[in-house]
């Protein structure tokens, strides 16, 4: 569905964009500590 919805695809950009910013600030404020944000980020339970 997403691949075929230019709306969802779109949605999804923004938000990805937007979101970039926070992410970096996080990888640097915790680049020293050894704990994989990407890893927290996407961890869903």
Same mark, same amino acid.
């Given at each position: ?17 937007? /979101? ?6 996080? %990888? +640097? ?5 050894? /704990? ?6 996407? %961890? +869903?339970?």
């Amino acid at each position: 569905m997403t691949l075929k919805n230019d709306i969802t695809k779109r949605t999804a950009s923004i938000r990805k964009w937007f /979101t970039m910013p926070l992410v970096e600030k996080y %990888d +640097n404020l915790f680049k020293d500590s050894g /704990t994989d944000s990407v890893a927290i980020a996407t %961890d +869903n339970q």
